[in-house]
DNA sequence: ATTATAAGTCAGCTTTGTTGACTTTCCAAC
DNA sequence: GTTGGAAAGTCAACAAAGCTGACTTATAAT
């Protein structure tokens, strides 16, 4: 195996059977099961889910972002979205500011409150994405990422660059 | 076995900024989503959603399997899966039967429409995965499926190894 | 002035998860 | 042998979170 690791180039030939590319779709799936489960059981003991901890966590990713953005971020419609954003307004964890150039969007920022929810949630996250990277060994993760992004639709590639981007 | 391979890593220093973490905490969140899309397009159109998907996946992969061991895998409760299962028996995808020697069990078959469906979904979600392979390299897929493996939860770290184990 | 866009709301529906209560079947202890 | 508990499966009711469609309001752009 790894005299074939020697190929360097995506040009180059890869055998893969059907078998091989099973497994990858399972560990996926596993492996997803695993991402989420940390952070699902910290939310299930509030009365929140999943859909608050992705709001959250990208509008801590991207501060003053607007909902029309945080849409296409979340690929889910606004209907969708203002269930969640609404509750989490109400209970004081998120903020909606009126634009001032344009005033029709709102920009939203996580209030004190939103953020230590937030950081709860991402350290459990982080604290697993951590251990399996030190498990997997610095090469392992290079490959990783490089399997994900290729695995993102188009526009979801460009969005995932521009919030890499926009915090550095 | 990981114990090993931890130790193979532990002299070598891996410094993860919060910044690297969170980005590899998106780029699985986003590698998701593409990783359903095709699937998602394709069980829109008929009556069917991901719950479907999975046990049709799950059962051809491991034919005779019971509801209860499917349960396990899948890490939902007996009666969310019994209502995707019943819509897929109703419309003959797959095939129940009674065991011989413990009839309280059923054993679970997909029957020849049911391959047909499992054929179509997975090659459109193997076509993705094959071309992420290839744009990414050998060298990727092997640290690919050892960061998803490490980030399973244990036990479904045992139940993705019996399923390999058990298609050879 | 008209049209388009951003945000939000209301209503109603679907999928897929949950708990709780129940039946049938099996097995083991008595 | 009987019985009492555990396991497998089913039925009912509910909750989270997605969807579409129709509509309003405010603002921007043409």
């Known amino acids: 195996m ?3 690791s020697a190929a360097q180039h995506s040009d180059m030939l890869l055998f ?3 078998e091989q590319l099973r497994q ?4 996926m799936f596993f492996a997803y099961q695993g991402f989420t489960a940390d952070p699902d059981r910290i939310l299930s ?3 929140y889910g999943r859909a608050h901890h992705r709001a959250v966590h990208f509008i801590n990713r991207a501060p ?3 909902v029309n953005n945080l849409l296409g971020i979340l690929g889910v419609t606004k209907q969708s979205l203002n269930r969640v954003l609404r ?3 109400e209970d004081g964890l998120v903020q909606s500011k009126v634009g001032r150039v344009d005033k029709r969007e709102r920009h939203l920022f996580l209030t004190e409150a939103g953020a230590e929810l937030e950081r709860k949630l991402s350290d459990a996250q982080r ?3 951590r251990a399996a990277y030190r498990e997997a060994g610095p090469e392992a993760v290079t490959g990783f990422r ?3 992004e290729a695995m993102m639709d188009k526009d979801m590639r460009r969005k995932s660059r521009a919030l890499k981007e926009g915090s550095t």
Chains 1, 2 share one sequence.
């Open 2 to 4: 790894s005299d074939r």
């Open 16 to 18: 893969l059977t059907d």
């Open 24 to 27: 990858g779709i399972e560990a």
């Open 45 to 47: 003991e509030m009365a």
């Open 64 to 66: 003053g972002t607007t």
């Open 87 to 89: 509750t989490l307004i």
């Open 127 to 129: 604290a697993r994405m």
């Open 146 to 148: 490089a399997v994900l």
